[in-house]
């Protein structure tokens, strides 16, 4: 699985511009496996079969509505490895508890981030019947998915995830896609967006190659920044005259603008789930739990050690906030944002981007400026804004 699957200028909508933490997204990881191995993968143990015991899940819900922290819908997104690899009895298992354990008022949404490749029918039966939010991790062509995606005996993957993409068109359920772009990608913008528009992707999301855990380094860098510009141009003049594909990082950029919020001075940026303390929660499979970056959790990282901020068997997430560790990270990630805040003038709209690309790009939490802000805060920001303003000097 790519990193930065959730990451961006969160699009959550609080009742009010309220200070007090709640939770949008809670992250379960049911297993760490994978059963596949591309090579810009950051999780460290993705060979590994552990799987979450019905005991964790249930505390892991349960301590997640005694927190008091949820407000309206929960989104719970089913991540790590490849959640499809868990067999489909486990998830009938597991919704069921959950369904008994969230309280009758309460207003869930399942989620999956899926490599496609184990799609049949029975899953999408399954997806439809809990009406479950899925996106696929699909690169655009075979030449560009296959040169990183691919099986353990180091085959491409890409017959496999389109086989599951067109099994979803077929039973007409909606599904959006991620794609990451590494460098070879960046000259083939057209045939990326002709690619997808062929397959009939509506809704499309780029993560630039990042560099995060075990992914130490990527292939694109600053003398690139020409290059992804470019790319992000031609994706944007391709939607815009096409309207065929919803780009993520667009209409994101558009959202924000549109809604006309932004951030005074030093403002804490409630918008920003992962800055946000508790906004994401992560709990993996035994049952461990982290906030911030998803990405984050279980990592060892220095000054902190392990990531990870108790464990839902013993721990209620208000036991994390007066713990030494806890205090440590916030300060940091808290010093990270006033650095934005200070620095940088896309601030309002970012709210301090992402813990995880911090801390793996400049080796510390309280620090601003990375590749992810460049490529996937900035550039789309700059490309939206640049259009709305030529299209104001026409009118
Ligand atoms: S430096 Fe990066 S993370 Fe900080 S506000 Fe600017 S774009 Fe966001």
Request: net charge negative; aromatic share 10%.
């Amino acid at each position: 699985m790519e990193g930065g699957m959730i990451n961006g200028a969160a699009g959550d909508t609080p009742a009010s511009g309220a200070m007090e933490p709640w939770i949008t997204l809670l992250v379960l990881q049911p297993s760490p496996f994978c059963n596949i191995n591309c090579d810009y993968c950051y999780l460290p143990n993705r060979t590994s079969t552990r799987r979450m015991t019905m005991d964790v899940l249930q505390n892991a819900i349960e301590k997640t509505f005694a927190s008091d922290l949820v407000r309206g819908e929960l989104t719970l997104i089913w991540h790590a490895g490849e959640p499809l690899a868990v067999p489909m009895k486990w998830y009938e298992e597991a919704f069921g508890i959950i369904a008994r354990a969230v309280p009758p008022q309460a207003k869930i949404r399942h989620s999956v981030q899926s490599n496609g490749t184990l799609i049949n029918q029975a899953w999408c039966d399954f997806i439809r019947k809990h009406n479950i939010s899925i996106g696929l991790s699909i690169d655009g062509p075979a030449f560009l998915h296959d040169a990183h995606r691919k099986t353990r005996r180091g085959e491409g993957t890409h017959a496999a995830g389109l086989r599951g993409l067109r099994l979803l068109r077929e039973n007409n359920l909606p599904f959006h896609v991620i794609a990451v772009i590494t460098r070879e990608a960046l000259g083939h913008a057209e045939e990326i967006y002709d690619f997808f528009e062929s397959e009939g992707v509506r809704h499309l999301g780029f993560n630039i190659e990042e560099v995060e855990a075990d992914h130490a380094t990527s292939s694109l860098g600053r003398e690139h920044d020409q290059r992804v510009l470019e790319f992000y141009e031609t994706i944007f003049r391709l939607q815009k005259e096409r309207r065929t594909i919803v780009i993520r990082e667009f209409s994101a950029a558009a959202q924000k603008i549109r809604s006309g919020v932004s951030l005074r001075e030093f403002d804490f940026p409630w918008f920003n789930e992962q800055a946000r303390p508790f906004g994401i929660v992560s709990v993996d499979c035994e049952g461990n739990f982290s906030t911030y970056s998803p990405e984050l959790l279980g990592m060892t990282l220095k000054p902190y050690g392990e990531f990870a901020f108790g464990n839902v068997a013993r721990d209620h997430f208000s036991d994390a906030l007066e713990t030494p560790k806890f205090r440590e990270v916030l300060g940091d990630i808290q010093a990270g944002i006033r650095r934005c805040a200070e620095t940088c003038s896309y601030y309002g709209y970012c709210g301090g981007g992402a813990p995880a690309n911090k801390y793996y790009e400049n080796g510390s939490f309280a620090s601003s400026q990375t590749m992810y802000c460049r490529y996937s805060v900035q550039m789309p920001l700059d490309i939206v804004l640049s259009d709305i303003e030529k299209d104001l000097a026409i009118s």
